[in-house]
């Protein structure tokens, strides 16, 4: 069974940064694809950053050019680095991993973490 422990949340002003991180127990991390997402009270749940199989990362428009995902296989831990936070960010923040079956596919995120509160203030 594949379990996601996340950590780095926190409170910080707006401006600032902080960067997440997902430990991941599965036997073979490189064979998922890994995605950040948030849910704000009140606010559906949406997808932040993903990263595929070959490294290929993908962004939500609203956190472009802030906001980076990576991982690291050999220590099977995912990372967002979130620069420049806004009031808007403010969110539980989940790590969630998909089975992948080909390099450039995910499947469905149906690995979830038990989620890191960031709060950004103004």
């Known amino acids: 069974q594949v379990q996601l422990v996340e950590s780095g949340g926190g409170s910080v002003q707006a401006g600032g940064s902080l960067r997440l991180s997902c430990t991941v127990s599965?036997?073979?991390?490189?064979?998922?694809?890994m995605g950040w997402f948030r849910q704000a009270p009140g606010k559906e749940r949406e997808g932040v950053a993903t990263?595929?199989?070959?490294?290929?990362?993908g962004y939500a428009d609203s956190v472009k050019g802030r906001f980076a995902i990576s991982k690291d296989n050999a220590k099977n831990t995912l990372y967002l680095q979130m620069n420049s936070l806004k009031p808007e960010d403010t969110a539980l923040y989940y790590c969630?991993?998909?089975?992948?079956?080909?390099?450039?596919?995910?499947?469905?995120?149906?690995?979830w973490g038990q989620g890191t509160q960031v709060t950004v203030s103004s």
């Open positions: 990263i595929n199989r070959v490294g290929t990362t």
């Open positions: 969630a991993a998909a089975p992948s079956r080909r390099l450039t596919a995910c499947d469905p995120y149906n690995y």
């Open positions: 599965a036997h073979t991390f490189s064979n998922y694809c």
